[in-house]
């Protein structure tokens, strides 16, 4: 199993769609994760952290199932701007030694 | 809004000659991290920098690669005799928490 999986798409939706991406990661003792968005050709840039609670910014809202080990993020109302790769971000070890693990992307078309 | 800055934005370089690629994290961050990223594939960690040295690095990170922070700005990564299979944007990214990364724009190195 890969350290960070993602259905790399492409995801191709109509303005205005819901859509939700999954993120499965492997290490159990992972800590903390995360919600990248990258356009083409350009830095990544954090969305989102992802808490054990769940977590809601706007249209955007990130949760986190540990029991079953894995993330997900739901845009609602997408627009044209949403389109990119959405990148999931999994801290693989605890205390100060942390290592980031990015999975391959989701890619996200959001079509007029 | 501070950033990170890097340069240059694209270098094209002949196979085994040294590059230095160049940033220049945010002013009060404390941790800086060097990112490539092979068109299609995802992004992979190369070397983190933490008081002056180096903390992490990966098994890409090998004595081909050297970084350096020359002043207080500056972040340098080298790489001493380039390969075709350096070919990759190199992010270079800083925070002032370990979970987190900012990103700069990423320099597109070309080797040929």
């Known amino acids: 199993r890969k350290e960070v999986e993602q259905d790399p798409g492409p995801f191709n939706v109509p303005e205005g769609a819901t859509v939700a991406f999954n993120c499965t990661y492997s290490?159990?003792?992972?800590?903390?994760f995360f919600w990248y968005r990258q356009d083409c050709r350009k830095e990544p840039k954090l969305l989102m952290s992802?808490?054990?609670?769940?977590n809601e910014d706007g249209r955007f809202t990130a949760q986190l199932n540990r029991a079953s080990q894995y993330i997900s993020l739901l845009i609602r109302d997408s627009k044209l701007s949403d389109s990119a790769t959405y990148l999931c971000v999994v801290n693989t070890k605890g205390g100060n030694n942390r290592k980031l693990i990015w999975g391959l992307g989701t890619s996200l078309a959001v079509n007029p | 809004e501070p950033e990170v800055t890097q340069t240059p934005s694209h270098q094209v370089t002949q196979m085994g000659q040294e590059v230095i690629l160049r940033c220049v994290p945010i002013s009060n961050h404390l941790y800086f991290y060097w990112y490539r990223q092979i068109l299609g594939q995802k992004v992979e960690f190369l070397v983190s920098?933490?008081?002056?040295?180096?903390?992490?690095k990966s098994e890409i990170f090998d004595d081909q690669f050297s970084v350096e922070r020359p002043d207080g700005s500056n972040f340098t990564l080298k790489i001493r005799s380039t390969k075709l299979e350096d070919s990759a944007m190199y992010f270079c990214?800083?925070?002032?928490?370990?979970?987190?990364?900012?990103f700069g724009p990423g320099t597109r190195l070309t080797v040929l």
């Open positions: 920098f933490y008081n002056n040295e180096i903390s992490e």
């Open positions: 290490n159990s003792a992972s800590q903390s």
């Open positions: 992802v808490y054990s609670s769940g």
């Open positions: 990214a800083s925070s002032d928490r370990l979970e987190f990364r900012f």
